[in-house]
């Protein structure tokens, strides 16, 4: 009977961690995008992009500018909260705001290829019309920014709170789930930082809760040339932009 009672607990605890495993699988997405955070439009927004079919809606600041400024916000950043204060930082250039795929007014539904693929086209359409394009990533979004830069010609590259490897930040969090066979959107920035050939400014906050130092070192050291690195003394994950340091670096690097 004792051995019959542990193989039906051993059984139910199999049962119980696939069952797990078959969640985290599908339901991936919903855990690392969150677009529910930037529905309440309160800016119409004034720039247009259509991608694989894909209407994406988003800001332009400080038009007519020689120089332009890309930025990719963290997974559920509100990124249309930035625009005074990046139109303030970067008066000298034209800076784009493309909220991802169903974030904002965006259409369509996020997943890597298809950030990745917004990001090359939003790319593609600013050289067009300006002489150098920068790029700034932060968070989720620094992981857009790193393939970018490793496919087209950045100008300055800066990464905020950056991780080399979503799959290495998840399996900090479940060590106990074999999160490199599940996950499908990778984000593996460190496999993408020898193709990156611009200046780099990595800034990390000092205390950071989601990305740990960890991770944000890793990277650094992937790259073939040592990027500068700023650590922001105090700086959560989600205050960093609250830090005097935090402008003053990035105002420093793109000027």
Not at 188 to 194: C, D, F, H, L, T
Request: with cysteine; net charge neutral; glycine share 6%.
């Amino acid at each position: 009977m004792f051995l019959r009672a542990m193989l039906g607990l051993v059984a139910l605890a199999v049962v119980l961690y696939a069952g797990i495993c078959v969640s985290l699988y599908l339901g991936q997405r919903q855990e690392i995008y969150h677009p529910e955070t930037t529905w309440r439009v309160q800016q119409a927004p004034d720039f247009e992009l259509v991608d694989e079919g894909v209407r994406l809606r988003g800001w332009v600041m400080n038009p007519g500018q020689r120089k332009a400024l890309l930025y990719f916000g963290g997974n559920g950043e509100r990124i249309e909260d930035s625009r005074e204060e990046l139109a303030r930082w970067f008066p000298d250039r034209t800076i784009y705001l493309l909220p991802y795929r169903g974030y904002a007014a965006s259409g369509g539904k996020p997943s890597e290829a298809a950030l990745m693929a917004d990001a090359s086209a939003l790319f593609d359409r600013v050289a067009q019309t300006h002489e150098q394009v920068a790029v700034i990533g932060r968070s989720l979004g620094s992981g857009v920014a790193v393939q970018l830069a490793a496919k087209r010609p950045v100008e300055r590259l800066v990464l905020v709170t950056p991780f080399d490897s979503l799959v290495r930040v998840a399996e900090g969090y479940f060590p106990w789930l074999p999160v490199n066979a599940l996950m499908r959107d990778r984000f593996e920035s460190w496999r993408y930082v020898n193709d990156i050939h611009c200046p780099v400014l990595v800034v990390q906050a000092e205390d950071d809760q989601v990305v740990p130092a960890a991770r944000t070192l890793v990277l650094v050291h992937a790259f073939r040339q040592t990027p500068a690195l700023q650590v922001v003394a105090d700086a959560g994950h989600n205050s960093i932009q609250d830090h005097a340091d935090y402008r003053v670096s990035l105002e420093r690097f793109l000027r």
